[in-house]
């Protein structure tokens, strides 16, 4: 089943505890995308990857992380957390950046 | 930047059709518009994409008009299930780099 798994699915930390939300994806994607979405803010974009090897800043990527060593897994990585990273994480995939995107179920992270 | 506007919300009763407008400002000419559902709690879900004039799926019909500066999802026949959040997505010069729209809440009544 082709699919985008995030994990964990529920997280709460305090603040300054590092933290990393895994993500993968198994329909041999080239882009991949993490997004956080807030009440009344929709979804933002964090970062993006066009291709292994390669990640650029979306709207929001202050205080975020990513690495993108083999083309399945898109990692987020937290080093100092605070209570504004509070929010619902979605990560998603693509052929590249065009097309269809498929999203995780999403990570809901609380930082107190 | 591909900044989209759409309405906050619409009501509509089961069986009737609903029609979503997003504005997109400054579109690139090789942009595709995209649409994309969303339920409570759940990742988005691709509905439908278009370039140009009229797409349609089994879920819906994308217009797009000739300068592109806006585009029309239209939900035939809406269901209780169809209440949800649409996004309509823009896209920056930035090729990767993606802006949703704020969505439109679709809230179907019996």
């Known amino acids: 089943e082709a699919q985008v798994t995030q994990n964990p699915r529920y997280l709460i930390t305090v603040t300054g505890k590092k933290l990393t939300v895994t993500c993968s994806q198994n329909?041999?994607?080239?882009?991949m995308s993490w997004y956080r979405q807030d009440p009344g803010l929709g979804l933002r974009q964090i970062y993006y990857?066009?291709?292994?090897?390669?990640?650029d800043k979306g709207d929001v990527p202050e205080g975020y992380k990513v690495s993108r060593k083999e083309k399945r897994n898109f990692p987020l990585i937290l080093e100092s957390p605070s209570p504004n990273q509070t929010s619902l994480y979605f990560c998603?995939?693509?052929?590249?950046?065009?097309?269809?995107?498929?999203f995780g179920p999403g990570t809901r992270l609380t930082v107190t | 930047l591909a900044k989209t506007t759409q309405p906050i919300s619409m009501d509509s009763y089961e069986g009737q059709e609903v029609n979503i407008t997003c504005s997109h400002n400054?579109?690139?000419?090789?942009?595709?518009i995209t649409w994309y559902q969303q339920f409570p709690s759940q990742g988005p879900r691709f509905i439908i994409q278009?370039?140009?004039t009229k797409v349609t799926n089994e879920v819906a019909s994308l217009f797009i008009p000739a300068d592109r500066k806006s585009s029309t999802l239209s939900l035939p026949r809406v269901s209780l299930s169809d209440t949800a959040v649409y996004y309509c997505?823009?896209?920056?010069?930035?090729?990767?780099?993606?802006?949703f729209g704020a969505g439109t809440q679709v809230v179907v009544t019996p």
């Open positions: 998603a995939s693509s052929f590249d950046g065009r097309y269809e995107q498929y």
């Open positions: 329909m041999n994607h080239e882009y």
């Open positions: 990857s066009m291709n292994v090897e390669v990640t």
């Open positions: 400054n579109i690139a000419t090789n942009d595709y």
């Open positions: 278009g370039y140009k």
């Open positions: 997505l823009g896209r920056t010069d930035s090729w990767g780099k993606l802006q």
